[in-house]
C-alpha cells in the first residue's frame, strides 16, 4: 500500500529554518499531487504547499510565499518543505499528502487522498 511518513520537525526561534521531508513508499511518487498541509487545535487543516501531477506547477498559501519551498527528489521518491524565516504563526502539526483528484484546488484537503501521520513544528522567540 501506498504510504507518506514526515520527518524533520521541531523546535526553532523565530527567524530560524527547518527543511520536513515526506517519504512516499509502495508506488512512485511522479504521477501524483503532492502537497503539505498544517493544523492547530481546533481549527481547519490549511494547504500551506502543492506541486500538481502533470506539470509540477507549485502553489502556496499567501502567509508563506517566499518563505516556503515544495520540492522533490524524484530518484528518492521523497518529497521536502523548506521553510525559512520563521514565525510563531507557522506553528503546527505539519503533514504530507498525496492524491489525484484534479477538479480540486491545489491546497484544498479534498485533492488529497493519502496522508501523512504529522510532525509539529514549534517556532518561539
Known amino acids: 500500500q501506498v504510504q507518506l511518513d514526515e520527518s524533520g520537525g521541531g523546535s526553532v526561534q523565530t527567524g530560524g529554518s527547518l527543511r520536513l521531508s515526506c517519504t512516499f513508499s509502495g508506488s512512485a511518487m511522479n504521477s501524483y499531487h503532492l502537497g503539505w498541509f498544517r493544523q492547530t487545535p481546533g481549527k481547519e487543516r490549511e494547504g500551506v504547499a502543492a506541486v500538481s501531477a502533470a506539470f509540477r506547477n507549485t502553489y502556496y498559501t499567501d502567509s508563506v510565499k517566499g518563505r516556503f519551498t515544495i520540492s522533490e527528489d524524484k530518484s528518492d521518491n521523497i518529497f521536502y518543505l523548506q521553510m525559512d524565516n520563521l514565525i510563531a504563526e507557522d506553528t503546527a502539526t505539519y503533514y504530507c499528502?498525496?492524491?489525484?483528484?484534479?477538479?480540486?484546488?491545489?491546497?484544498?484537503?479534498?485533492?488529497?487522498?493519502?496522508w501523512g501521520q504529522g510532525t509539529q513544528v514549534t517556532v518561539s522567540s
Open positions: 499528502a498525496a492524491g489525484s483528484k484534479t477538479r480540486y484546488p491545489a491546497l484544498h484537503t479534498d485533492r488529497y487522498d493519502i
